[in-house]
């Protein structure tokens, strides 16, 4: 009788184990996208803060 409970209690927590694991893959892919949008979005402002304005109406 021990034995049952015990495989019951281990298939419990190695699904939840899989669970955790799914999540903290998650939530590095969304960090990892975070920063990628970041620096993308870093670039940009820097790219159009060293434009020069003048050059860029002229061209309209």
Do not use: D
Not at 11 to 22: A, G, I, N
Not at 40 to 56: D, E, F, H, R
């Amino acid at each position: 009788m021990p034995e049952v409970s015990m495989v019951t209690i281990m298939f419990y927590l190695l699904c939840k184990l899989q669970e955790f694991h799914c999540l903290v893959k998650i939530c590095f892919v969304v960090g990892w996208s975070k920063a990628i949008a970041l620096l993308t979005v870093s670039y940009q402002v820097i790219k159009a803060g060293l434009l020069n304005p003048v050059k860029s109406l002229r061209s309209e």
